[in-house]
């Protein structure tokens, strides 16, 4: 189909949206790469009366490393910022690599040339790897609105499938990831059922070692709850001790604890559990492995 | 809206409602019916388009969003005499193409890769991920895929 018919915008200032957000009640939308909103759109399945286009907002495009006070450096994306961007490593360290390992799960070239990762963010849908990347890590994300500004963890963020705490008139101006510590192994992987179609579950790991034991593990999985979540219990098990191959396979068997989704017609509860917990094997063992190549 | 962009090398003045996609202004008001639509969701990649030299879905986009843009169909792939582009010469030799419905999208695709990165032909992992890209419901891909190769060789021999 072709989309309902719609007033369009190409905003050139950070104002000139918040602006049009404001005055839209509701029925605005921000169109970032369009990678998702496009397909919505030509379903008519949403029918925006305006687009605000901020493809040309000549500051949007920042990607930095800012140092907070007591809190370390963060990585900040800003609304521009394509998924493409992050095949060659942003920063030299773990995150950077985590960040280009995920990237190619996103789709194919063409729509990683368009899709922006705050846009990722605002769709949410519940196996894409910007949001699970998000909650496993901790990041803040930046809301702005015409009278004021708001900043939310993912986990507040992010509160469904395809939900999210930002309201209508909100623009996401941007995303900080921390910088994980050099000492950390880092690892995402998927089950799909085509290349190019959405992950049917994912885990992403992150593995931080002082003295050969774990001192900070975090595993976030996705497609096991409308979420993505983290496996704390898992992570639990995990911390202060050597990542054997035991302490592994426990983790992951502690992991499935966190599925929570209704069957669908790909899978049911167990088949979900097992997957669950062979991924996050396999993550754990791909993060312990990271670490030990670096170290 | 107003807008204008150029085409294959051609400034083209168009006026378009705003919820024209890329793909059906390039159709139905340019009259280029090379760039195929199969799915107009992202999926197949038959609309695939270069907009200032990046391979994109232009079922995925708004002509206005291309004001001021530079956009390449399958019909500027040739050169002006009519020479067919290095990979045009390549598909047919390797029989990369059979009803050919994906070929044009195969092609901008392919193209814009090369341009960027001329050694991706030598990058199985890479070249994978690409045409992983694009739908051909035909050929079975191996062809394609050796079709970018002789194409990247015949551009590296300076053959045309
Ligand atoms: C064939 C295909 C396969 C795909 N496969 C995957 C995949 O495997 N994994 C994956 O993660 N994604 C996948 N995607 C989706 C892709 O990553 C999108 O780019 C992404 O979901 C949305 O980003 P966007 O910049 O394109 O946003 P848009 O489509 O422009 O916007 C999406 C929504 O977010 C809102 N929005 C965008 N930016 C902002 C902002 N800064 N502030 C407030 N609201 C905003 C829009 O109003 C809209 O409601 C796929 C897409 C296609 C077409
Ligand atoms: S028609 Fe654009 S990707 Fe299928
Ligand atoms: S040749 Fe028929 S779809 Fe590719």
């Known amino acids: 189909m072709k989309p309902a018919p719609f007033e369009y915008l190409a905003a050139r200032t950070c104002d000139e949206v918040i602006g049009a957000l404001a005055a839209g009640e509701g029925e605005t939308r921000v169109l970032a790469g369009g990678q998702s909103l496009l397909l919505e759109m030509n379903y008519r399945a949403v029918r925006p009366v305006q687009l605000v286009d901020i493809n040309r907002v000549r500051d949007f495009g920042g990607l930095d490393v800012v140092t907070v006070p007591d809190s370390g450096p963060w990585l900040c994306v800003g609304p521009l910022v394509r998924h493409g961007r992050f095949e060659q490593q942003v920063e030299a360290g773990p995150l950077g690599r985590l960040l280009a390992r995920a990237v190619h799960f996103i789709a194919h070239p063409p729509v990683r040339a368009r899709g922006t990762m705050l846009g990722s963010l605002a769709y949410a849908h519940p196996t894409a790897e910007w949001p699970t990347l998000a909650v496993t890590l901790d990041a803040r994300l930046d809301l702005v609105h015409e009278h004021g500004a708001r900043t939310l963890s993912a986990d507040d963020f992010i509160t469904g499938s395809f939900a999210t705490a930002r309201r209508p008139d909100e623009l996401l101006t941007r995303v900080c990831l921390p910088l994980l510590p050099t000492a950390t192994g880092v690892a995402f992987v998927e089950h799909r059922r085509t290349a190019a179609s959405f992950a049917q579950l994912a885990v992403a790991a992150a593995l931080s070692a002082q003295d050969g034991v774990v001192a900070d593990a975090r595993i976030g999985l996705a497609g096991t709850a409308a979420r993505p979540t983290r496996a704390r219990a898992a992570e639990a098990l995990l911390t202060g001790r050597a990542p054997t191959d035991e302490a592994i396979n426990r983790a992951a068997a502690a992991s499935v604890g966190v599925v929570d989704a209704p069957d669908d017609p790909h899978a049911g509860d167990s088949y979900r559990r097992h997957a669950a917990e062979v991924l996050v094997r396999r993550a754990l063992m791909q993060a312990r492995d990271d670490i030990a190549e670096r170290t | ?160």
Request: hydrophobic share 40%.
């Open chain 2, 1 to 160: 809206m107003n807008i204008s962009l150029t085409i294959n090398g051609e400034e083209r003045q168009l006026d378009v409602e705003p919820r024209r996609t890329l793909a059906d202004a390039l159709r139905d008001d340019c009259g280029l019916t090379g760039t195929h639509l199969g799915c107009e969701h992202g999926v197949c990649g038959a609309c695939t388009v270069q907009v200032d030299g990046t391979a994109v879905r232009s079922c995925l986009m708004f002509a206005v969003q291309c004001d001021g843009s530079t956009v390449r169909t399958v019909e500027g792939l040739a050169a002006p005499d009519g020479t067919p582009h290095p990979l045009q010469t390549a598909f047919a030799s390797e029989h990369a193409l059979q009803c050919g419905f994906c070929t044009p999208g195969f092609l901008m695709l392919a193209a814009a890769a090369l341009e960027e990165n001329p050694a991706l032909a030598d990058d199985p992992d890479g070249l994978r991920e690409l045409l992983t890209s694009n739908l051909c419901r035909c050929t079975g891909y191996e062809a394609i895929r050796l079709a970018v190769r002789l194409a990247a060789a015949m551009r590296n021999t300076g053959g045309t």
